[in-house]
């Protein structure tokens, strides 16, 4: 055993003397102060103060394990999501595509995002078989692999997202890391062990780690791995060798640790707080609760990649930025009083302040001590040669091997000072009453006098090329004059109308001229050839409220002004023609307003702000890349969450959509840049709605309201500190129109106005027609008066014409008659003469006979067809009355009487039933004949029958046959038909459709 320990000593200080790294302390002066550190305590985060664990997703947020449930922060803002049952959690591990494994007590599961960005918990409690139902708190989870691992007191379990492995130690495990690919676990009285092929081994000396915990490994170079124990320290272990890792300080209880940028290495305590050291070894910077942490107790450790360092504790959260481009000295550093002058003599840092002199002292951290002798209210510092002078409320003092030596009792109290470039060996000093000088003698300075003609106080002064004085009063605005016999002759100078510039009347006489600057008004020039000062646009580009310029020999230089409602610092160059300004020379805004500046170099800068000593990196490497993307955050629709952003929107599937009443969005949006968070800036643009994107501003959420339905596009950028704008976030949404305005609504509406015009159309051609019709109608109605009077004329000239006609006619063949009936009386005896008497009288019966017929188709009033039908059954009982054959008839409809008939068919029907009756009586030998009608409508017949011996078609009657009769009915459209067989015989007369509106005419 002794001889092990001996070996091991050896080879530690073989390794010491090899080792480049972290082994060699380096003995230098550390410039560093105090790191930035924010708090975040549970009113802030609304949740459990308790954090065990955090993690961080590929867009940058943040999550903690909370004893409240799963804590997360954007930069913006926090949000907490509820275990179910109100569990705490212990551990979390986030994974590459978003999910959340947490561990609990006897609780294992995941968050995942739903289609709507909204985490989501999924508990694998469930899984675990009966003998793990309580495997206790989950401390650690690692993904090894495709599988997860959970540690607890009790046990280690595997999840391979089909079924549980596990392994119980024999005494209990600490925590498992992954590291180059391997696994690692710590087994107490054990040492540290390796998981291969699902078996736990010691790895080769893990024994060496049995007696004290294991606490972190993290890759160092090559195969090597720095090991963390909870009381020894660090080890450098490659599987061959364990070589203990010398720090400036050593650590005990250590509970995290991890590798920062430049090499830097972080290590969390359990009860001191935080250790930052250098890659030497050197400590850099040790914080606590009296440095600013909330808590010293730690719990876990995550280092951002921008450097940055989250410590979950039990008092909350504490983030301590990364390699910030500025460094704060509070005045518990050894001095004290608001800071008025700064500058660097002989590789120190010396102060002016309210309350005296200080100078830099050896020792980490950057301590003062007062300047011996210099307790006097100090105001400006000069470098002159090489000495240090110094403008105190005193006078004027030389700070010389740490001691400030008063030039003269005889003094004001001075302001300012000014090396002559004109005057060699010579000073300024403006003071409460005017000008003064020092000269340089014999290696010494001395006070040699005021200088005349000006009695008011000078706070700032320049000299220009040709040796004039320009000088800042309090009282008397800016002066310009030269130095003859000892006294100043000078010339006020208008600035904006007024001579008066105020108590911070400042002055800079720059490699391109002279400038003035007052808190009261914009940068100024002066015009010689017009005597009047103007606003200076040559440095800035534009006019420019400044408050302070400060600049050195070589060209540098800070402009201090006001801009957009905050301050701003710009940093200069000189190219030899103008000055080349950084876009965005600081990363961060200083925590106040600066008062004074002191270039020290290219790199280094110096500010006053109030007590606060400022160390400024001018030129830092921010990182690569642009950092994490933007995100949008949170949508809101009517104040409801519609989206959560758990994920990517422009990944979302399906657009979303909204109604169009009362639309309203309010888009919440955050880049997770924590370094110089404040001055992150964001710029939108809503496609489909605005012109163009917005301007860059600091508000992180969007409304917008009432917006026209259609696609939309919702895009967002971000740009840090540093300028880098990084990818837009995009979120696509759609606004449904109203009711009135969908696609069916316009279909329907299409559908009203083809049917409103159909309907117009109809309409219109009704009325149209109707006009017509009644226009027609009108005309027919004109037509039928027209023809009523007509018939009605023709009527009254047949009716008149058959009375007439009859009166004379009958009246004649009356009267032949009557003198043929007294001369065939008279001629009884002659036979010959009685039988021509007797022929003529039937002839006279004859023509009687064919008169009233004649008369009768003529008489107007005996149109009918009912007329029609009387008039032949009157001719037939006529024919039968003195003949053996009974003739009858049954009637004829009433109706008949409305059916019109005209001439042609009275007479030609009329004529075809008296041939049907004369043959029957002259040739059938009937005893029986009958006349009928048959109607069924459309049709109508009339009939004569008789039963006699037939019809004789080959006889005539008169002349007038069977082919008369059938020429009558053609000429009347009718159908002739007879039926004729021995005792019965039938003359069916079929005519065509008459209706009670047929007129004479159409007949």
Same mark, same amino acid.
């Given at each position: 055993?002794v ?5 091991l000593?050896?080879?530690?200080i073989?390794y010491?003397?090899?080792?480049p790294g972290?082994?060699r ?19 802030d ?5 308790q ?5 961080r997703?590929?867009?940058g ?12 922060y ?10 179910p049952?109100?569990?705490a ?19 294992i599961g995941f968050?995942?995002?739903?289609p709507g ?12 078989p ?16 495709n ?13 391979d ?9 024999r ?6 890391? &992954?590291?180059? !690919?391997? /696994? #690692?676990?710590?087994? $107490?009285?054990?040492?540290? *062990?390796?998981?291969k092929?699902?078996? @736990?081994?010691? &790895?080769?000396? !893990?024994e /060496? #780690?049995?007696?004290? $915990?294991?606490?972190a490994? *993290?890759p160092?170079?090559?195969?090597r @791995? ?7 320290? #660090?080890?450098?272990?490659?599987s061959?060798s364990?070589?203990?890792l ?6 005990p ?6 590798v ?53 504790n039990n ?8 390699e910030l ?6 005045n ?12 660097k003599?002989?590789g ?5 302040t309210?309350d005296?002199l ?43 091997n740490?001691?400030a030596r008063l030039l ?5 109290k ?5 090396s ?5 060996n010579?000073?300024?000093?403006g ?9 340089l ?5 001395q ?45 006020p100078l ?15 006489r720059l ?21 009047r000062?103007?606003?200076?646009t040559?440095?800035?580009g534009?006019p ?14 800070w ?22 300004f ?15 500046v002191?270039i020290?170099n ?20 921010p990182?690569?890349g ?6 949008i955050r ?11 952003g758990?994920k990517?929107a422009e990944?979302m599937r399906?657009p ?7 639309n ?5 949006y ?14 939108y ?23 026209y ?7 967002v950028?971000?740009m ?15 606004i449904?129109?109203p ?39 009108r005309k ?6 027209i ?7 023709r009527r ?9 006609f009859h009166?004379e ?29 007797t022929?003529?009288s ?27 039908l ?7 009982d ?6 053996s054959?009974?003739f ?20 030609n ?22 006349l ?17 011996g037939?019809?004789?078609p080959?006889?005539?009657?008169g002349?007038y ?8 009915a ?12 021995p ?14 509106q047929n ?5």
């Amino acid at each position: 055993m002794v001889k092990t320990f001996h070996t091991l000593l050896l080879l530690c200080i073989l390794y010491l003397m090899a080792s480049p790294g972290y082994g060699r302390a380096q003995n230098h002066v550390n410039v560093h102060g105090t790191y930035d550190v924010e708090n975040f305590l549970p009113a802030d985060y609304n949740g459990n103060s308790q954090n065990w664990f955090a993690g961080r997703d590929s867009n940058g947020t943040l999550f903690f394990a909370n004893s409240g449930g799963l804590l997360e922060y954007d930069g913006v803002n926090w949000r907490l999501t509820a275990m179910p049952g109100g569990q705490a959690l212990f551990s979390l591990k986030v994974l590459p595509d978003g999910t959340i494994w947490v561990g609990g007590h006897d609780e294992i599961g995941f968050f995942k995002a739903d289609p709507g960005g909204k985490l989501v918990y999924n508990s694998l409690g469930p899984t675990l078989p009966d003998s793990l139902k309580s495997p206790g708190r989950i401390r650690k989870i690692v993904l090894f692999g495709n599988n997860l691992f959970f540690r607890s007191h009790k046990y280690l379990l595997k999840w391979d997202h089909k079924k549980w492995t596990v392994w119980k130690p024999r005494t209990s495990f600490y925590k498992p890391f &992954v590291v180059n !690919g391997r /696994f #690692f676990i710590w087994e $107490a009285k054990k040492g540290l *062990l390796e998981l291969k092929k699902e078996h @736990l081994a010691l &790895v080769s000396g !893990g024994e /060496f #780690f049995k007696k004290d $915990a294991v606490t972190a490994i *993290l890759p160092y170079s090559g195969k090597r @791995l720095l090991i963390a124990t909870w009381d020894k320290g #660090f080890f450098l272990y490659d599987s061959a060798s364990i070589h203990p890792l010398p720090l400036q300080t050593d650590i005990p209880r250590i509970i995290d640790a991890a590798v920062l940028s430049g090499g830097r290495l972080a290590v969390l305590t359990y009860s001191r707080g935080l250790f930052i050291f250098n890659k030497g070894g050197s400590l850099a910077q040790r914080l606590d609760s009296r440095s600013g942490l909330a808590d010293d107790h730690g719990n876990h450790l995550l280092a951002g990649s921008g450097g940055d360092i989250w410590l979950s504790n039990n008092l909350g959260i504490s983030r301590v930025a990364g390699e910030l481009p500025y460094t704060v000295f509070k005045n518990n550093r050894g001095y004290s009083g608001k800071i008025r002058g700064i500058t660097k003599h002989k590789g120190k840092i010396y102060l002016a302040t309210s309350d005296g002199l200080f100078m830099q002292t050896d020792g980490a951290g950057l301590p003062f001590r007062p300047v011996e002798g210099g307790n006097a209210s100090a105001w400006f510092l000069l470098r002159a040669g090489e000495s240090l002078l110094a403008a105190t409320n005193d006078g004027v003092m030389a700070i010389e091997n740490g001691r400030a030596r008063l030039l003269s009792t005889d003094q004001s109290k001075t302001f300012f000072l000014l090396s002559s470039r004109h005057r060699p060996n010579t000073v300024f000093c403006g003071t409460e009453d005017g000008l003064a000088r020092l000269r340089l003698i014999k290696g010494r300075w001395q006070f040699a006098g005021k200088i005349k003609g000006l009695e008011n106080e000078v706070r700032n002064m320049v000299e220009d090329t040709n040796g004039l004085l320009w000088l800042g009063t309090r009282n008397a605005g800016y002066l310009r004059g030269r130095i003859e016999n000892g006294q100043l002759l000078f010339r006020p100078l208008t600035v904006n109308n007024s001579r008066r510039a105020g108590a911070n009347a400042g002055l800079a006489r720059l490699k391109n001229g002279i400038f003035f600057f007052s808190r009261l008004g914009r940068l100024n020039r002066y015009d010689t050839l017009s005597g009047r000062f103007f606003a200076d646009t040559t440095l800035l580009g534009k006019p420019a409220r400044v408050f302070n310029i400060s600049h050195d020999p070589a060209g540098r230089l800070w402009v201090l002004r006001h801009r957009d409602k905050r301050n701003q610092y710009h940093y200069a160059r000189w190219d030899g023609e103008k000055y080349l300004f950084d876009e965005e020379p600081f990363s961060k805004p200083l925590p106040r307003i600066a008062q004074t500046v002191y270039i020290e170099n290219d790199s280094i800068s110096w500010f006053g702000a109030g007590s606060m000593l400022i160390r400024y990196k001018t030129r830092i490497n921010p990182g690569p890349g642009p950092g994490y993307p933007t995100q949008i955050r949170r949508v809101y629709f009517r104040d409801s969450v519609v989206f959560h952003g758990h994920k990517p929107a422009e990944n979302m599937r399906v657009p979303y959509t909204f109604p169009h009443p009362n639309n309203a969005l309010r888009f919440e949006y955050a880049r997770t840049s924590f370094l110089g968070a404040e001055g992150n800036r964001y710029r939108y643009y809503l496609e489909g709605y605005d012109p163009g994107w917005s301007a860059w501003s600091t508000e992180t959420q969007k409304n917008y309201t009432n917006l026209y339905e259609g696609d939309y596009r919702f895009h967002v950028q971000s740009m840090d500190v540093y300028g880098r704008i990084n990818r837009s976030a995009l979120f696509v949404f759609s606004i449904l129109p109203p009711l009135y305005r969908t696609p069916a609504a316009y279909f329907i509406y299409t559908l009203l106005l083809i049917l409103g015009v159909i309907t117009v159309d109809r309409v219109r051609s009704l009325q149209i027609k109707r006009k017509t019709e009644r226009e027609t109608t009108r005309k027919l109605q004109e037509l039928e008066r027209i023809n009523h009077a007509r018939g009605e004329a023709r009527r009254q000239i047949r009716k008149n014409t058959s009375i007439d006609f009859h009166d004379e006619l009958g009246h004649i063949l009356t009267k032949l008659s009557l003198m043929t009936e007294l001369a065939r009386r008279a001629s009884r005896n002659n036979n010959d003469v009685s039988r021509y008497l007797t022929n003529i009288s039937r002839g006279i019966v004859d023509l009687t006979t064919g008169v009233k017929d004649f008369v009768w188709m003529l008489d107007s009033e005996k149109d009918t067809l009912y007329d029609t039908l009387i008039r032949i059954k009157e001719f037939g009982d006529s024919l039968f009355e003195y003949s053996s054959i009974s003739f009858k008839t049954p009637g004829f409809p009433q109706s008949f009487d409305k059916i019109k008939t005209d001439t042609t068919l009275r007479r030609n029907m009329t004529m075809i039933f008296k041939e049907a009756m004369n043959n029957c009586l002259k040739y059938s030998g009937a005893s029986e004949a009958e006349l009928f009608v048959i109607s069924e409508p459309p049709l109508l017949e009339v009939r004569f029958r008789d039963n006699g011996g037939g019809f004789k078609p080959d006889r005539d009657g008169g002349g007038y046959g069977l082919g008369n009769m059938k020429r009558r009915a053609r000429k009347i459209g009718a159908t002739l038909a007879i039926e004729s067989q021995p005792g019965k015989t039938v003359v069916i007369l079929k005519l065509k459709p008459l209706s009670s509106q047929n007129t004479p005419d159409e007949l």
